[in-house]
């Protein structure tokens, strides 16, 4: 049931205003008489005092405030002085300590906007201060105390995605003394960077700085982790978020000893994902050694429930009958950490899957790791890779009309950030493992950007990687080779390097340097209304300056599922994002502006006008009340999500709507006061 | 005079890194007290025009953050200061701050300028316009700084006393002394900064005696709306040029002048300073001249599209060598890379270095914190944990720890105080608003 | 002490993150302009309805500029909606012949001094070549 609105309903107090105009020490007082100013003022009516002062943000200046508001009654406040980003705070806290709401005061910029700009004209400056200074006061007899929006803030939140930055963030939350609730969809923790063989800048063994950082989440006693698990849906806000998960069931409880047998005896055979596809698995596998949780799965496509499994392991380690649960969550916040997805090209692309000695960039990971598919060797087909070309920007930096789109028709026109760095890296890893290997490296522009990046690509020049340049509008050629070659594939390039001659390389593998492509959150894009940008990325507030927080108060972001970064970047963004929530929730509430839409109920006709224009998700929605036996439609606000736009009150067909504090009625009432005859006033200027 | 503040964290540099992190510790509840070397909070960023890749105006998106930290309840804002020792151990830093005299009382000070009004001495202005503009011996340093509060350069001032009789609130102060305050606190972060690679530095570049040759951080001021000229000129004869160059990686990505890495912003701000001034001078040529084009941040590979649509021109090459004609015209002699690397020789009217970062701080001798071989702050693990340093209690963020532009600088603000925040919190024995311990529970393990 | 009387006056609604502190930095440097000039801070400008601007030239207005923050605008929908209203008060204003160009839509950034004069100056010039506001048909009322 929606609350009623209190304000609205209580009578109004008789407006008892004090005005206080400052001299600003000469600043304003040279220009504009303030002392007359004050006078003519101290007529109006409801002013019941008005000052003109030296210095009002002054001890002695804010003190007068708080003396008239105590002693005279004084119930609303209107200064003129310097501009209101000056000291709007400053006389907001007088106000309060006052003992009044400090909402019931109202700034007038006369130094700024008045003293200053019109030095040549004091007798018109004055008159202007005058009528802004009457303006002021004729929205002061309008104006209501506001209270900041407060809203129970459990302190609790959800990070979904165990990636590099899901587990970055749960455990920087965690840190500062919050409950983390973390779900991954998959069944093991780590997310992409778990597949990757070393890390650049580091040079460092990938799965060893995983495996530091998921004993540290592991070690947090704040968190809770699910893997198998997927929001299915959501209601609430900011502080109040209510959130049913689904929790696909495992199968398998725990390590038993003869395990391979029981993967074994499987009769089914399926791709390897952690692997792109460069090995198999079982129905009932591990994604790979030394994965959290570590214990096997049932992939329960896939799985006929034959029950093979079952007869060779101990007694109630594998149960095919397991059901997926469901449950509850109330939280605060949610961080989504969803993470990429590799860019997959099209068959065709540069040879992709037409040859099979065409990978991507992800896969020669995997083939370059000593616990991979080939344990290692840089091996394909069951022979040595001798000579091997890396082509940049597959699926980045694509044109339109020059590339093919994807499903929705755009191309992926951004660049992916890591892949130039990771294709360096590699290219000095298939060196050491085959230092005879001619190593082809076919660019657009060389992107290693970051610290530590540019060595990365120097080395390659000494290590005599072979650089070829093309233009993203003469995309490089991947064909079969004649019977009689000794290599299978041919590479032709246009090559800017040496006067746009066309070179035809002839090389064992083709390695595609995919970009990123962020996993498909279609369903929680949906459910948390937050926006996809063009680029599909999850959206942020402002790309600059609020790059973690998204339009949805209480629902930020972490790591790839915002835009293409490197571990440390998402690790970052991971920790940014931690300290969002840590402000929201730490207090157990959450304070916002009191700048929100409000209701008039005596007027509001359930038109839905305003709803149908809000820009905000949930801000506005259209209510069924009852009373006395009538029964009629009327807007709600619901303050946690409103920003205050005003786009409401300027659609309302009844002014029915207002933005508290910048009422329509308080800007009329400044106009005619602006525009009203001045008090007429004894003696001269 | 003497005063002590016991705080949880120190910010040391109020760039955008520094603000962003005092504000993001702040707002969970830590006293934060922030030093800033300059007179106004701000740093490099208060300076620029428009940002990419939103051509934001940079004011604009500055000025409330500068406001939120003088604002900010628990933040202690501490301009025109500098930290003089870091004694005692990880977790428990004293920490002696210096307060330079501005010769201004600051608390008096009304920031209305009277004094800059009456002060008959005008000085170049090199701290915020690169000697282009000049400002007053006594002054505001900028019209958005905070605080707006007036400042004397007492080694230029003649002593004539007109700033005194103007001052309403009686705020000068000739004989005014360093103040000092002691600090004890749990966490320090530092926010350093950057500054740009030295532009006179490459002979082959003229070493900066060509005057015509200008860099990137020039012609930010030139475009800013608040800038000295508030148009757009060449600076031999001030006439509008009409056929620039941009030579980039000019500091960076150059061994010669030890300076191999790159510097990661400059491709984005040339493109927006070229895409700025085609705006401004519809009839100019503007050249481009690039190793590679690394437009890798949110949204920057479309930008870069943009200014190719636009009509300005990149041209791969490394220019070699400026030199200038009889009318001061730059001459370029560029090696065309894409053109196996043909040398040929280009007039324009004026270049532009796209000028790189350098460190703007040596932490090392005085907060133990060793840096790198780039020289910027010391990462033990950069990729899990960017914002730690070698020493414990002690975090780095913004382009303390590398160039960065100002968005991945307000991450790294926003992960550093995640990381300061979470050292308090264990470090203070979990003084405030400890939630309640569930079961641990990880559950299919 | 009616010095403005007799000539035009200019509303202008700023909002705080855009015009109303362009015109707090034309004062910080101390710049001259005339002072007809009235300027009321917004949060929004998207808050004003079309009846509004007229009422504003009804009480005596003879020119109102809003200085929003065009795209730069922290909220989102502001600059479309205000646009979109701007322009149904342009009809309202055509239907009472009133001249469009008594009421402009300027986008003013923080810094934006010398647009944010501009806009003064063009208006001021403009009503020195149309004179002020001389009320044709009966004033409208206010939707209340
Ligand atoms: C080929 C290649 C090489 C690379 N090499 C390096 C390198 O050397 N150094 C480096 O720094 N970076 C490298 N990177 C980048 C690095 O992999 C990423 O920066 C990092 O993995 C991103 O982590 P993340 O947590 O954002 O995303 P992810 O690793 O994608 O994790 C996201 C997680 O969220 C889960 N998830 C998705 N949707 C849901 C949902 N709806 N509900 C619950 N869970 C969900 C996913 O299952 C996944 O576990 C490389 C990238 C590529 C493609
Ligand atoms: C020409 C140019 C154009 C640019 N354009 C853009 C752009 O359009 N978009 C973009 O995103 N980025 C741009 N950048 C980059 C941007 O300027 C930086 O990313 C950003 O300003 C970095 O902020 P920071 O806080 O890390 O450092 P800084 O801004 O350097 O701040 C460091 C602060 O610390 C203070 N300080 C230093 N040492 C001490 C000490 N010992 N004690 C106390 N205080 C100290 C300094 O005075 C300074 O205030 C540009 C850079 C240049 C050179």
Known sequence: MPEKDESQAKPREEPRIGVYVCNCGGNIGNVVACDNVARVLGKLPNVVTSHSHMFMCSDPGQNLIIDDIKEKGVNRVVIGACSLFLHEQTFRSAVERAGLNPYLYYHVGLREQVSWVHHDNPKEATDKATRMMMGGIAKARYMRPLEPVRLDAGKHALVIGGGVAGLRSALDIARRGLQVTLIEKSHYLGGHMAQWERVFPTHQKARVLLKELIERVLAEPNITIHTGAQVVRTQGYVGNFQIKIRQEPRGVHGAFPNEQEAVAVCPIKQRREFDYGLSTRKAIYRAYNGCVPESLVIDWENCTKCGECVKVAPEGMINLNEEAREFDLKVGAVVLATGFKPYEPLYGEMGWKEFPEVITLAQLHRLLDDEGPSDGKFYWNGHPVRDVAIIHCVGSRQIEGVHRPQPDGNVNNYCSRVCCTASMSMAALIRQKAPDAKVYDIYEDIRTYGRGHEDYYRNAGKEQVTFLRYFAEEIPEVMRADESADRPLLVKVKDHLTWGETIELPVDLVVLATGMMPNPVDDLIGMFKVSPGNDRFLLEVHPKLRPVETAVNGIVLAGTAQGPMNIQESCAAAGAAASKVAALLIQGEVELEPFVAVVDPERCNGSGKCIEHCPQEEALTLETFTENGRTFQRAVVTPANCNGCGVCAGVCPNRAIDVAGWRLDEFEAMVEAITDEIPAMEGAI | MTNTLKIDALVVGGGIAGMQASLDLADQGYQVALVEKNPSVGGMMAGLSKVFPTLDCCSCITTPKMSAVAHHANISLMTYSEVQSVMGNEGDYQVRVMKKPRYVIEDECSGCRSCEMVCPLDLPDYDNEYGRGAHRVIYVPFSTAVPQKALIDIDNCIYCGKCLKACTTNAIDFAQQPEYVNIETTSIVLATGYKTTPYDAKKEYGGGRLRNVVHGMMVERLLAPTGAYGRQLRPSDGRQPDNIAYVQCAGSRDLTLGVDYCSRVCCMYAIKQAMLLAGALPMADITIYYMDIRAFGKGYEQFYENAKAMGIQFVKGKVARITEDENQNPILRVELIDQNSRVVERKHDLAVLSVGMLPGFDPNSMYGVPVDKDGFIKAPNPNISPTLTMREGIFATGTATGPMDIVDSIITAGAVAAEAAAYIQSHNGHRQLVAEQTERSVTHA | ?144
Do not use: W
Request: proline fraction near 6%; glycine fraction near 8%.
């Open chain 3, 1 to 144: 002490m009616s010095t403005n009387e007799g000539k035009p006056k200019i509303l202008i609604l700023a909002t705080l993150s855009g015009g109303y502190r362009g015109a707090d930095s034309t004062g910080q440097s101390h710049l001259e302009y005339p002072p007809n000039t009235y300027i009321l801070p917004v949060m929004s400008a998207a808050i004003f309805r079309e009846s509004f601007y007229l009422k504003a030239f009804e009480r005596g207005f003879d020119g109102i500029i809003v200085m929003y923050s065009g795209t730069d605008s922290p909220y989102k929908g502001e600059s479309e909606r205000t646009a979109v209203i701007v322009n149904s008060a342009y009809e309202l204003m055509k239907k009472q012949e009133i001249d469009l160009r008594r009421l402009k839509l300027a986008a003013i950034c923080t810094v934006c001094v010398r647009p944010f004069l501009n806009e003064v100056n063009k208006m001021n010039e403009l009503l020195g070549q149309i004179g002020p506001l001389q009320h044709k048909t009966p004033a409208v009322q206010p939707v209340r």
